[in-house]
């Protein structure tokens, strides 16, 4: 049974087998200290239609850290994600209240091209999703859309990305090749490798690895652990034990609602929130 501080739990928590109110749940002080703050929402709230699905939502997201968002599927994590830059947007009937501030930037300020808030903030979705084109297109994509390169210069950048997201020597040899002939996991590093091509500052990953085995999930986590020397990254996941390997910092929403918010190690081992205790030792989710 996890330690835990009492003097920092809430009077009285829901158990999650009742029916909790999102109104019900405590408003998650944030309780680490993060110097260098490359992402912060503050009282974020995002609705489809009239419902609500992130509430009051405020956090702050560390530079060069991989900072994990979990939670029972439905909870808000993606929207929370894909509020960061700017995805919803796209969603028709989806708004946004709140701030969202990235490089201490407010990301919905009317001056932002969320195009180029887009290039600056790299988004990979659960499912691999490379074009079907050749290997090389695919990690080319980005750089012919943003910008001008010579071929010599495009096959640098190329090269680079692919041997960033830890490719280059599975595929070198045959970069001509049709993207969907690859692996579900090369495919998953294929996507990152288009992502880090346009070298962007911050990383968001939905569900990365859920359609991958354990192996090629090993890859993709070890490949995050390098690229956080350089970048920020955000992963949504409903793996607890993948949060506890890749994560320096772990949300936990529930409802729409940020219930805690901590050192990934602390939160696991001695979580502040019956919610959120209730959670990780798998009472529901
Ligand atoms: P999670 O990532 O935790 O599974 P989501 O952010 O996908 O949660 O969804 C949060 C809530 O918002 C859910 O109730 C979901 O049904 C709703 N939702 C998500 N996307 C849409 C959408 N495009 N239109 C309407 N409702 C949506």
């Known amino acids: 049974m996890a330690w835990r501080l009492p003097f920092l739990r809430s009077e009285k928590v829901a158990s999650p087998t009742e029916t909790v109110s999102a109104e019900?749940?405590?408003a998650a002080p944030s309780l680490t200290t993060i110097s260098d703050i490359a992402?912060?929402?503050r009282g974020l709230s995002v609705y489809y239609g009239a419902k609500a699905a992130i509430r009051n939502v405020s956090l702050q997201i560390g530079r060069r850290q991989t900072t994990a968002i979990i939670g029972p599927s439905g909870c808000g994590k993606s929207t929370y994600l894909r509020a960061i830059n700017r995805m919803n947007d796209t969603i028709k009937g989806c708004r946004t209240e709140g701030q969202m501030l990235v490089d201490q930037e407010d990301a919905y300020a009317p001056n932002v091209d969320p195009v180029l808030?887009?290039?600056k903030v790299g988004l990979i979705f659960q499912k691999p999703n490379p074009f079907p084109k050749s290997i090389y297109e695919n990690a080319a994509f980005g750089v012919r859309i943003h910008y001008r390169a010579?071929?010599?210069e495009l096959d640098q950048i190329v090269e680079s990305a692919l041997r960033q997201a830890d490719l280059w020597d599975e595929v070198s040899d045959r970069l001509d090749e049709n993207a969907l002939s690859l692996s579900g996991g090369q495919q998953q590093r294929l996507c990152i490798a288009r992502a880090l091509a346009i070298e962007p500052?911050?990383?968001l990953t939905d569900e990365p690895c859920s359609a991958l085995d354990p192996i090629a999930t090993a890859r993709i986590e070890d490949l995050m652990f390098e690229l956080k020397k350089d970048m920020t990254i955000v992963i949504v996941t409903h793996n607890m034990q993948q949060a506890a390997r890749?994560?320096?910092h772990t949300a936990f929403l529930y409802l729409g609602r940020l219930v805690e918010y901590n050192r990934t190690r602390d939160l696991f081992e001695r979580p502040h929130e019956e919610l959120t205790e209730n959670y990780?030792?798998?009472r529901f989710g």
């Open 39 to 41: 992402i912060e929402s």
């Open 246 to 248: 890749v994560a320096d």
């Open 24 to 26: 019900a749940i405590p």
């Open 280 to 282: 990780i030792t798998g």
């Open 150 to 152: 010579t071929e010599a």
């Open 201 to 203: 500052d911050f990383l």
């Open 117 to 119: 808030l887009r290039r």
